[in-house]
């Protein structure tokens, strides 16, 4: 007969309890990152209509404070032409059809 080796039980918990932020942070961040994306669908609504017809179901990459947008076939490509002239700031991404949506669910 072998001699098994005593398993030990993993705590529940979290690995670092105290970097776990509290719900009015959670809800200022979600507030702003709807805000956000509010401010960049205004931006969307309004190029799209010009842009569909000769680019359509290509990525659109918008920065929402300055309102620039940047479009490319690919979304890699399309976020790295963001991301030289706006290093830290946020993007978002849609895509030029119908709904904007980049995927389907």
């Keep these: 007969m072998t001699n098994k080796k005593p398993v030990r039980r993993r705590q529940p918990g979290r690995i670092f309890p ?4 509290p719900p009015e942070e959670l809800a200022r961040r979600r ?3 709807n805000a956000r ?3 960049a669908r205004v931006v969307f609504d309004r ?3 010009q842009l569909i017809n000769e680019h359509y179901n290509w990525f ?11 479009i490319d076939v690919n979304d890699n ?7 030289e002239k706006y290093p830290t700031g946020w993007l978002v991404t849609f895509r030029l059809n119908e ?6 669910i």
């Design 18 to 21: 105290e970097f776990t932020l």
């Design 99 to 104: 709904t904007g949506a980049c995927g389907r």
């Design 60 to 70: 659109i990459v918008i920065e929402p404070n300055s309102g620039d947008y940047f």
């Design 47 to 49: 190029v799209c209509p």
């Design 37 to 39: 994306c509010q401010k």
């Design 31 to 33: 507030d702003e990152r």
């Design 77 to 83: 490509v399309a976020e790295k032409k963001a991301r």
